[in-house]
């Protein structure tokens, strides 16, 4: 499967962005989704992941309560919604998909996009 995210930008702090993820190629719907960033200078870190068909998911404590993952598998998209965003949000933040079941462990995502930036300005 390919996948492509987009939906990055320069933001204000406080303010909100929706990410964006297409895939193409295979079934979307037979993959768990997640979301990671990397940070200027840092490791690329998990930010919040979806089961396949969007029952279960999981947040990292940094986003939890202020951002969402879902997805349509009918438009083959997955989507992060991001609020109240603050300086530490800024990263490149890439999709990721896999068979079976939602992880947090980027290592076991076996499809990953190209990544898309997001700048959070004080």
């Known amino acids: 499967v390919q996948l492509q995210a987009s939906g990055g930008g320069l933001v204000q702090a406080g303010g909100s962005l929706r990410l964006s993820c297409a895939a193409s190629?295979?079934?979307?719907?037979?993959?768990?989704m997640g979301w990671f960033r990397q940070p200027p200078g840092k490791e690329r870190e998990f930010v919040a992941a979806i089961s396949w068909g969007g029952a279960s998911t999981d947040y990292t404590d940094s986003v939890k309560g202020r951002s969402t993952i879902s997805r349509s598998n009918a438009k083959n998209t997955g989507y992060l919604q991001m609020n109240s965003l603050t300086p530490d949000d800024t990263a490149v933040y890439y999709c990721a998909a896999k068979h079976g079941m939602l992880t947090t462990v980027k290592s076991r995502y076996d499809y990953w996009g190209h990544g898309t930036l997001v700048t959070v300005s004080s």
């Open positions: 190629g295979r079934t979307f719907s037979a993959y768990a």
